[in-house]
């Protein structure tokens, strides 16, 4: 048996077990097969084929632009509610809108998933808009902490995050910086999952410290 029919095979094996449970099936047995079922397509990424040899090179071509754990977190955020890391985001986006869509949309239907296929493709252009948003703030932020000293980026970070202070001339570099970067950077770290419940507080100590070091630079 081939690559190919092995990969087929176990494919078709898993939605007919699906269907076969039918509404008894729980949620996490749901995800668990739609994770298998990715897990194997990355598998044999190298010998699967479909009957259009159009789909067949996109499958190809798609699938080897982004990693296998890459691809079972983007399936879990669209079918099981679960995170994704600005990382994969940002492989994600990399990946190209026209591979996300092809993955989502061949995974919605299958026949166990397809009643709800709009619903996935609406949550897959939710996802794509967000990892946009947080590839451009990662471009950004890379921009930016050109326009910085290591030592004075981590000063900043310090007064938003920490309540320590700043030297007059990491206000006069700041300033320097622009506002643009300054809100870029302290955004960026204040949307972290274990900061962003203080987002509003960090975001209104970052205006505090742009004011000082504005106050700063105009009397030097």
């Known amino acids: 048996m081939t690559n190919t029919n092995i990969l087929i095979y176990y494919i078709n094996t898993f939605a007919t077990y699906f269907e076969n ?59 099981e ?26 995974i919605a239907e299958k026949p166990h998933l397809v009643a709800h296929e709009t619903e996935y493709l609406k949550k897959s252009d939710d996802l794509w808009t967000h990892c ?7 471009s950004l932020w890379d921009t930016c902490l050109l326009k910085i000293s290591p030592k004075c980026a981590l000063d ?7 309540n320590l202070t700043i030297t007059d001339a990491c206000c006069h570099d700041l300033v ?29 100590k970052s205006d505090d410290l742009w004011s000082h070091c504005v106050s700063i630079s105009q009397t030097a």
Not at 157 to 162: A, Q, R, S, T
Request: net charge negative.
């Open 21 to 79: 449970i039918g509404t008894m099936a729980h949620t996490s047995s749901r995800t668990t097969i739609v994770f298998i079922v990715a897990a194997l397509i990355c598998a044999f990424v190298p010998a699967f084929s479909v009957e259009e040899a159009e789909a067949k090179s996109l499958w190809d071509t798609c699938l080897l632009k982004i990693s296998p754990k890459c691809a079972l977190d983007i399936i879990g955020v669209v079918f």
């Open 176 to 204: 320097q910086e622009g506002k643009m970067c300054h809100d870029t950077l302290i955004k960026y770290i204040a949307e972290k999952p274990h900061l962003v419940a203080h987002e509003t507080e960090y975001l209104k």
């Open 81 to 106: 509610n679960l995170t994704i890391t600005d990382a994969c985001c940002h492989d994600l986006v990399q990946e190209g809108k026209m591979c996300h869509d092809t993955l989502i949309k061949y």
């Open 132 to 138: 946009v948003s947080k590839a451009e703030a990662k």
């Open 156 to 162: 900043i970070i310090g007064v938003v995050f920490e």
